[in-house]
């Protein structure tokens, strides 16, 4: 597999950001609200679909975790971290979900706008 151009790489997750990712924002209650867990989430449907997607977070400088099963037919590739996230939103600048509100408590952002 040739490497990907790092332009390129930011192209595609954009996309997959875009139409199978989201960003989750976990609030920590015994930390009087704080935001503790802050995380991209993208959704594959294979395991060359998921190494694709953790080659081009490479490939743009995030360190993402180790991908995981979910269910029967979906691999999650995580980002994990509030610096990683906002790289990942600032390097990216992808359609929606970019805009991060305030959760009242924990909070899935699939749907933010």
Known sequence: MMLMEPRDAARL????YETK???RVKMDHRQGGRRSGWEI????????EARLWL????????????AYQRG???????VYGR???ELFLKRLKPRQKGVLPSPPDDTDLR???
């Open 72 to 78: 029967l037919k979906t691999i999650i590739v995580p």
């Open 55 to 66: 080659t081009s977070l490479r490939r743009i400088g995030l360190k993402p975790g180790r």
């Open 41 to 48: 989430r993208l959704r594959a449907s294979t395991a060359k």
């Open 83 to 85: 610096e990683q996230v």
């Open 21 to 23: 990712g989201y960003i």
């Open 111 to 113: 749907h933010a706008h």
């Open 13 to 16: 997750l954009r996309v997959v």
